[in-house]
Structure formats: C-alpha cells, structure tokens
C-alpha cells in the first residue's frame, strides 16, 4: 500500500512555472512507477509522463518533453514534476499516481492502482 498526497498547484500566469510535488508513504516506494496524468473540466483524464523506479521517464509527446521535467528523490519519497512555459491550456487538476513495478500501459490510467487527490493548476492572466 502507498498514500500519494500532491502539492504545489496554484494560480500562476501564463509563461509562467510550478513544481508540483508527490509525497508518498511507504518503505517500498522505490520499487514502484510513479504517473503524473491531468484531467481538466469535462474531459477525460489525461496522461503527462511516468517515471520508473530506476529514473527512466516516457512524456506523453515531445511538448511535455520540452516544457515539463519529472525527477524523483526515493531518499524523500517524493517526485517532482517542473512545469515551465505554462499555458492556459495546461489547466487541469493534476494527478500523481503509483503502481508496482513497470507497465508497458502506462499512459493508462487503469495501469495504476493508487492516486493522491489531486492539485490544482489554473493558468491564466
């Protein structure tokens, strides 16, 4: 079992960066993939990037590869996604979530089995 609690979301404008964060709980949080996914208001939520338990990360497309940095401390059970050149597009309440080992699924939101409550990101002028 791990408990995910997100932070870091806020208000923020346009061009503008947030980092949010994912704490987790757990002795084994090492071993698991941690997802970063977003859902804004009436859509279906959407999948940003994963990191693995060794470091190796997989973006949704090269514009998140661009704009958005995930890292991971398994020393603070945390992982960290950096969000530059933000965009009003980019609101969304954000989710961090986590499963065991590595899924070839990962864009998929079933391929995870726990979630923190989320974040939210509003950019905007």
């Known amino acids: 079992q791990v408990q995910l609690v997100e932070s870091g979301g806020g208000l923020v404008q346009p061009g503008g960066s947030l980092r949010l964060s994912c704490a987790a709980s757990g002795r084994t949080f090492s071993t698991y993939t941690i997802g970063w996914f977003r859902q804004a208001p009436g859509k279906e939520r959407e999948f940003v990037v994963t990191?693995?338990?060794?470091?190796?990360?997989?973006y949704a497309d090269s514009e998140k590869v661009r704009r958005f940095t995930v890292s991971r401390d398994n020393a603070k059970n945390t992982v960290y996604l950096q969000m530059n050149s933000l965009k009003p597009k980019d609101t969304a309440v954000y989710y961090c979530?986590?499963?065991?080992?590595?899924?070839?699924?990962?864009?998929?939101?079933?391929?995870?089995?726990?979630w923190g409550q989320g974040t939210q990101v509003t950019v905007s002028s």
């Open positions: 979530a986590a499963r065991q080992g590595f899924s070839s699924s990962y864009q998929l939101p079933l391929a995870y089995s726990f």
């Open positions: 990191v693995g338990w060794s470091g190796s990360t997989y």
